[in-house]
């Protein structure tokens, strides 16, 4: 009689170990500590044979009866299941110290990181270290083919990409060390060896005076009252441009003067708080109406429950006649950070506000740290802006921190 859940709950433990069959192979055996495991019997070559198929009720009965027909055919077309399991996971423990599987291995386990940052560190990888060393033992992988290895794009004139390589690289060569996988990290000896990369900063504004000038373009921008908006709040927030386009109205809390941004949106992959200043939550009351029914604070021009295109704020900063090296959509950030800097608030506040990187154990957890601090200086940020505009008080705040 083909077996239920019901029957499977009603079995009990007894003295000795049992089995219960259900069809064609499969059958449950029940320990004297009460364990439930499947099993499944067959022959081969004449054989006997049985197969664990996991614990029930972890594996259910619908789930034993497909792995049971699975091996059936298996055995259909000549294929010993038992055999073929001991090959995979002789295979596997094969693998286990081989570059590309550990490579893998250590991106899924990079919770933190968003899934754009994942997706590059993904493709760096396949495109330039698989097809070399992917399948190479990681205590195989000297010093020089690391280095032949990184100097492939470089000879292409793509420094960037050679640095960013070498770094994924050895933290793939370091996260095999604890678990034995590998002796050491390879790339630790190429300090130096690769042409440094010009850095090349976001334009910004940091004038005063020029600022106000912003300011003022920005009030009068032609185009849509969204995008009008959009640069606004760039200027009081000083989010990265990603993070002020995918704002949702349900991410604003605490009676409208917080925004909280969710970690997967984040480049460090951490939650961060935004205060909202006065000025701040007067844009958004006049921009409620418009788009307030919608997920998006700033939703896409064409629809489709997107959110803003990422060239909006750009395309508009040209509208006003500001050129890329002049003024761009990221460089809204350095603006304040170099006027709040000069302004005298805490350097430490400034930093959290920017949500930039926290170096020690307590990064993850400080996203709210000087929040009361924050709101001070957001506030006063928004003022600043506000004077400036005006074409007012030009000399720096001084504000103790």
């Not at 259900?22 to 197969?51: H, K, Q, T």
């Not at 699975?70 to 299941?81: E, F, H, N, S």
């Not at 504004?205 to 106000?212: E, I, M, P, Q």
């Not at 802006?385 to 074409?391: A, E, I, N």
Request: a positive charge; hydrophobic letters at 40%.
């Amino acid at each position: 009689m083909p077996l239920n859940d019901t029957r499977l709950r009603a079995l009990k433990p007894r003295p000795k170990v049992y089995r219960v069959a259900d069809m064609e192979g499969l059958c449950i055996e029940v320990r004297p500590s009460g364990a439930r495991s499947w099993r499944f019997r067959y022959r081969f070559a004449g054989r006997a044979n049985m197969l664990d198929l996991g614990s029930y009720p972890a594996v259910s009965l619908q789930e034993a009866r497909r792995e049971r027909d699975r091996l059936r055919a298996m055995v259909r077309q000549g294929i010993d299941p038992s055999a073929a399991r001991k090959q995979a996971l002789a295979q596997q423990a094969a693998d286990s110290d081989v570059f590309e599987p550990v490579a893998r291995e250590w991106l899924a386990k990079q919770g933190a990181w968003s899934p754009a940052t994942k997706a590059k560190a993904e493709a760096l990888l396949e495109n330039w270290a698989f097809p070399w060393i992917g399948k190479r033992r990681l205590r195989e992988v000297t010093v020089g083919d690391m280095l032949v290895l990184i100097q492939r794009p470089e000879k292409q004139g793509k420094i960037e990409t050679a640095q960013r390589l070498k770094q994924r690289c050895g933290q793939v060569f370091r996260y095999g060390i604890p678990s034995g996988r590998a002796d050491g990290d390879p790339t630790a000896s190429l300090r130096g060896v690769l042409q440094t990369v010009r850095v090349s900063h976001h334009a910004s504004l940091t004038d005063r005076v020029r600022v106000g000038g912003l300011m003022r373009a920005i009030d009068s921008y032609p185009g849509t009252f969204v995008v009008l908006c959009a640069l606004r709040l760039s200027a009081l927030t000083f989010v990265r441009p990603g993070e002020l386009r995918a704002w949702e109205w349900a991410e604003i809390i605490e009676d409208g003067t917080l925004w909280r941004v969710p970690g997967e949106k984040m480049k460090m992959g951490a939650p961060h708080l935004v205060p909202l200043s006065r000025q701040a939550i007067a844009v958004l009351d006049e921009l409620r109406p418009v788009t307030g029914s919608g997920r998006y604070v700033f939703p896409g021009a064409r629809g489709g429950g997107r959110c803003m295109s990422e060239n909006a704020v750009r395309v508009a900063l040209r509208t006003m006649g500001y050129t890329n090296k002049e003024m761009t959509a990221h460089g809204f950030r350095s603006m304040a950070s170099t006027l709040l800097n000069e302004s005298g608030f805490n350097r430490d506040w400034v930093e959290r506000q920017l949500a930039h990187a926290d170096t020690t154990v307590r990064g993850d957890y400080n996203y709210a740290e000087y929040l009361q601090d924050r709101r001070g200086m957001m506030q006063a940020w928004a003022d600043l802006l506000d004077k400036l505009k005006r074409g007012g008080e030009v000399v720096p705040l001084r504000v103790a921190g």
